[in-house]
């Protein structure tokens, strides 16, 4: 929908992904035309295409990515739905095997909507579209920055190169993760289950493993693992790999489903976050968005909900932005890196676990890995905790909710008694 206050005639996106097109939504009220530039083919159904490398891997919306692009496009949710998402309960449609125990199967008061990504994309690009005033230009490669726009954003993901010349201060873990992944019609026993499983072993164990129904009463599976060990991309040997975790869920899925695609995989050396709002170096009235800014290890599923979340950002600051255009950057820049910085630590903190990931350990690592896993004790007792879990976990709420209240008590008690036991030891 377009309102007045215009702050420019002409934006200018680069890259049609999610980060792209919640970019779009958040410029479209403050824009005459937002135009939106990809080199690929952008498809009329739902399908993979080549800017999207890992597009046939399980992809997450978390709920306050959901939240992110309602507020963003009202009418989203419903839209997704229509579209062939998935809506799964929280918890009565979830089974997640974490450490060493299933978590408790209580009623959170939230869903999710889960469905593949070129599905997500097909959905959000015609959402986008009916706001009027923009246009989405495929097969259209942009090589440097464009010179007659009012503002421009850069959406082109981990291998960005427009603004690779830029001088930023980077945080940079060697994760070493891989993954594959392939899609799966139900065998009968398990038509019309929309349960989302995923297995999560303790650290040193590196493998995971998770289910996720998608459109068309479909699965997609993926498993994962790091460093040295790599999950195989024949059909048996990715049986038999989900056979040798902890849990039998997943085998047990996938012991008789028919595979609808080949089995692919993929795999990221590293987790990195450009820290844009400590550079000078970025071009006047040029901003990254999504995983220019911050890309994570691609199994904790916050790439598109950080990408959402940039944007909501950026329509924040618009919207009561009343100087130049030269200055957008220094106020959108520090609410992106919060965005960021929440989803890296809850990310990060697990990464680290693992002892050959490279990258530095914060000073108090051990006390913070100690909180975590007194916070996963406590959703085991605790209906309050476990929800507010969730909720930090699915960037509802700043993580800053963990450290006061009444679930922040019970946190708190359950380090007591773990300190305790410790000393008894």
Known sequence: ?????????????????????????????????????????????????????????????????????????????????????????????????????????????????????????????????????????????????????????????????LLAQVEVPETVLGIEVSYSSARFAKPAGFRGERRFIACIPQPPDDRYG??????????????????????????????????????????????????????????????RWRHFDRSTGLPPRVLPIGDCISSFNPTFGQGMSVAAGHAVALRDVLAIWRGSLDGVAAAYLPRAAEVSRQAWALAAMVDLEYPRTAGERPPNFDKIVLGTEAMRRAAVLHPEVQLLRFEIGNLVKPDSAARSGPAARLVAREMARAGGRTRER
Request: hydrophobic fraction near 45%; glycine fraction near 8%.
């Open 1 to 161: 929908m377009i309102t007045g206050g215009r702050l420019g005639a002409r934006a200018v996106i680069v890259g049609a992904g999610i980060a792209g097109l919640a970019a779009a939504a958040a410029l479209a009220s403050f824009f005459e035309t937002v135009e939106v530039f990809d080199k690929d083919e952008l498809p009329d159904t739902p399908h993979p295409r080549k800017g999207v490398p890992q597009d046939l891997q399980v992809h997450i919306l978390l709920k306050g990515g959901e939240l992110a692009l309602e507020s963003l496009i009202p009418g989203t949710r419903s839209a997704l739905l229509a579209g062939g998402a998935t809506e799964v309960r929280q918890t009565e449609d979830v089974s997640i095997w974490e450490r060493d125990a299933w978590h408790a199967a209580r009623d959170l008061g939230h869903s999710q909507l889960m469905m593949s990504r070129p599905a997500f994309e097909r959905v959000l690009r015609r959402q986008v579209l009916r706001l009027g005033n923009v246009a989405i230009r495929d097969r259209t490669p942009v090589e440097a920055l464009p010179s007659n726009a009012d503002l421009t954003v850069i959406a082109t993901g981990r291998g960005d190169r």
């Open 210 to 271: 998770l289910v996720c129904p998608v459109e068309n009463d479909e699965w997609l599976i993926t498993l994962c693992s790091r460093f040295d060990n790599r999950v195989p991309d024949d059909l048996d040997g990715f049986r038999a790999c989900a056979e040798a975790l902890p849990v039998p869920d997943i085998a047990d899925r996938l012991r008789e489903a028919v595979p609808l695609t080949p089995v692919r995989s993929y795999r990221i050396a590293e987790a």
